[in-house]
């Protein structure tokens, strides 16, 4: 099933929800391209995406559907782009994929909250981090400056 992150008023809501329920395997870049200006930037960040446009969601590789996930997330043009988990399961090739592509929109202004187990991989990215341990902040800083805790690097990034 698809799930849409979007508000859409009037007509484009009714447009939307025809093609939906006339073609239910269309990705969301499809469907809602019109609606933002990120279509064309989707398709370029994640060029696998329109090669696959027609293909069902569920039926995509574990990174895949990660790139609809995001792509589905910019498709509204947010502020701040909220994930979780990018590299669960994930393959290291796709995990740094995923990870360059997130620092080119990181390079063209946009915010990205990133919860993220692979230390290695919030840390690369992030300007600011949060540690949490036990639901609480453990520690919080610049990048360098978590790597640089003796008790980060033992117990987060295995040195």
């Known amino acids: 099933m698809l799930a849409l992150h979007l508000t859409i008023a009037g007509k484009k809501r009714l ?11 269309l990705l969301l870049l499809e469907v809602a391209g019109t609606l933002t200006p990120w279509r064309g930037r989707v398709t370029r960040l994640f060029p696998r995406l329109a090669e696959r446009q027609r293909q069902r969601a569920g039926t995509l590789s574990g990174g895949e559907q990660q790139m609809v996930a995001i792509a589905r997330g910019l498709m509204s043009d947010p502020e701040i782009l909220i994930i979780d988990e990018l590299s669960l399961g994930l393959a290291p090739v796709v995990v740094y994929q995923l990870l360059a592509t997130l620092k080119r929109l990181k390079q063209a202004g946009l915010t990205i909250l990133l919860v993220e187990q692979n230390v290695h991989l919030a840390l690369a990215l992030s300007d600011h981090a949060y540690v949490v341990a036990e639901g609480r902040i453990f520690t ?8 640089a805790k003796p008790e ?3 117990a987060y990034l295995g040195l």
């Open 15 to 25: 447009e939307l929800a025809r093609a939906l329920a006339a073609q239910p395997k």
């Open 140 to 147: 919080k800083g610049r990048p360098a400056e978590l790597a």
């Open 152 to 154: 980060i690097r033992r």
